[in-house]
């Protein structure tokens, strides 16, 4: 068989050429817009993973949160209001025992009397640690004065409180911030060594609210803290911290230099 | 504008662009992943194979220099092969990876030797070379495809070597394989505007690409892996 013409070849390499350059750009066409649908779609489906970890996490706190309040309400209207009972009528018994100057026996009640009104102030103290009344009642900025005040009788640590909170939360939220001070301020004071002074710091500029929980003890032990400054190990608290800061949106900072204290700064943007 | 000019021109700008892909690979070197590393070896082996070749008639007074195209093909899909494994990170790959580059340097040299008085092309080796090119490029898009780990492909260097391949393989296939059929029947006009025009433009392409490959910087993978 003959050679086709030059020309003819020429058209014919230039068409075959050109028809596989095609059929490379349809490929590499291909490849970018099928790998950026893929990436969208994954995306989707990683930020609908998320909410709905999200919706459970929340969930999960809810659950645990009037769980709390029903074990709070039924020690305090329970065996609180049982104990006051028995508390009043002990004190009766002693008023009578003093009347028949049996000494023995009045001191015996004075002693009962006393340990009465441990109970009484412990019952109280535990069902106002699981169900904060005041937070309900009158908001985050009281609950946190009374957290405040209620840890200032422990007398260990010198708490002091500022509060700049013009517009309140919802109360799921500033239930989860409460319960952050809360575990915060009772870190302090369990394993701030050589503290003497705790500021607790709740302030809104604008959108962004800021919480801040500042020791001047120990600080955190280098060896213990992570890459980015947290503890690499972290007890149910921090966790229970860290679970309250996902469900709120919110940033989690800690500041520390052994000896010179810990500053744990939780910053979210309240909704307009 | 002359044939021979045209034919220069286009000659002179796949040289250069292989010594600047090679001299972006060398600059570059320390700071280059494992995989772009085999990348600028390819370059620089590339740069050393062309001085041969343009020394190969004038100087050893070889007949023709076309037995030099197996050898640069070995050290070419070898050098790539060793690129893609680090670029694939594919256990399979890895091990199928030496038989397949072995047979075809086995099947290469025995061609070379065999050929080595004839003054032709070797098609079939370069277009075997060709696909293997190809078939390493297509792997790695499926790996994009498979495990969605580059979130910006055009920042991702094998990508662009890819494409390069890509581009360079089904521009050189027609050309391969009618290139002994073009040297028996055409005039040297056409053989010059094919061999020596058309080809390298594919080249220049396929260089241009390895050079922006060895230029960027290589971006960190997420994690979206399905």
Not at chain 2, 49 to 60: D, G, K, R, S
Request: overall charge negative; glycine content about 6%; charged content about 15%.
């Amino acid at each position: 068989m003959d050679a086709p013409a030059e020309n003819e070849f020429v058209k014919l390499l230039i068409v075959g050429i050109g028809l596989l350059l095609l059929v490379g750009g349809a490929l590499v066409l291909f490849v970018v817009t099928y790998q950026k649908r893929l990436l969208q779609q994954q995306l989707r489906l990683r930020a609908a993973e998320a909410e709905y970890q999200q919706q459970l996490l929340a969930a999960v706190i809810e659950a645990q949160e009037h769980e709390r309040e029903r074990i709070g309400r039924d020690l305090h209207d329970g065996i609180g209001a049982t104990l006051a009972t028995t508390r009043l009528l002990v004190s009766r018994l002693e008023t009578n025992s003093q009347a028949t100057a049996d000494t023995e026996e009045s001191s015996l009640f004075g002693m009962v009397n006393e340990l009465m009104g441990t109970a009484v102030h412990d019952v109280r103290s535990i069902s106002h640690s699981l169900f904060p009344a005041v937070l309900a009642r009158f908001g985050l900025a009281e609950a946190l004065q009374h957290l405040v005040d209620v840890s200032n009788e422990a007398g260990v640590l010198d708490i002091e409180l500022e509060v700049d909170y013009p517009q309140p939360l919802a109360l799921p939220q500033e239930l989860a911030l409460y319960r952050i001070c809360q575990e915060l301020i009772h870190n302090a004071l369990k394993h701030a060594k050589g503290a003497t002074h705790l500021d607790v710091l709740l302030r809104q500029r604008g959108p962004l609210l800021t919480l801040v929980v500042e020791d001047d003890g120990c600080g955190l032990d280098p060896t213990q803290v992570a890459a980015n400054g947290q503890l690499a190990t972290k007890g149910a608290g921090l966790r229970s911290i860290d679970v309250r800061v996902q469900m709120l949106h919110a940033r989690l900072r800690q500041e520390s230099e052994p000896g010179q204290g810990l500053r744990t700064l939780i910053e979210l943007q309240s909704p307009a | 504008m002359s044939m021979a000019t045209l034919a220069f021109i286009a000659g002179q700008l796949a040289v250069w662009s292989i010594a600047l892909a090679a001299a972006v690979g060398l600059s570059r070197f320390r700071r280059l992943p494992a995989g772009l590393r085999y990348l600028a070896l390819l370059a620089c082996f590339d740069v050393a194979m062309e001085l041969t070749v343009m020394a190969i008639v004038p100087v050893f007074h070889a007949k023709s220099n076309l037995f030099m195209f197996p050898l640069i093909s070995i050290g070419e899909v070898g050098l790539l092969a060793l690129a893609y494994r680090e670029a694939l990170q594919s256990a399979t790959f890895g091990r199928v990876m030496p038989w397949v580059v072995g047979a075809f340097s086995v099947y290469a040299l025995f061609d070379c030797w065999v050929e080595l008085h004839r003054v032709h092309y070797p098609t079939a080796i370069q277009i075997t070379a060709d696909l293997l090119q190809f078939g390493l490029a297509t792997l790695y898009f499926w790996k994009l495809l498979r495990e969605l780990r580059v979130e910006h492909l055009r920042q991702d260097p094998f990508f662009w070597v890819s494409v390069g391949l890509v581009v360079f393989v089904l521009g050189d296939l027609l050309i391969m394989l009618f290139s002994n059929y073009l040297l028996a029947h055409y005039s040297r006009g056409l053989q010059q505007l094919v061999l020596v025009v058309v080809r390298p433009c594919f080249l220049l392409i396929l260089y241009w690409c390895y050079c922006l490959a060895l230029w960027m910087r290589p971006q960190k993978t997420n994690s979206l892996s399905s």
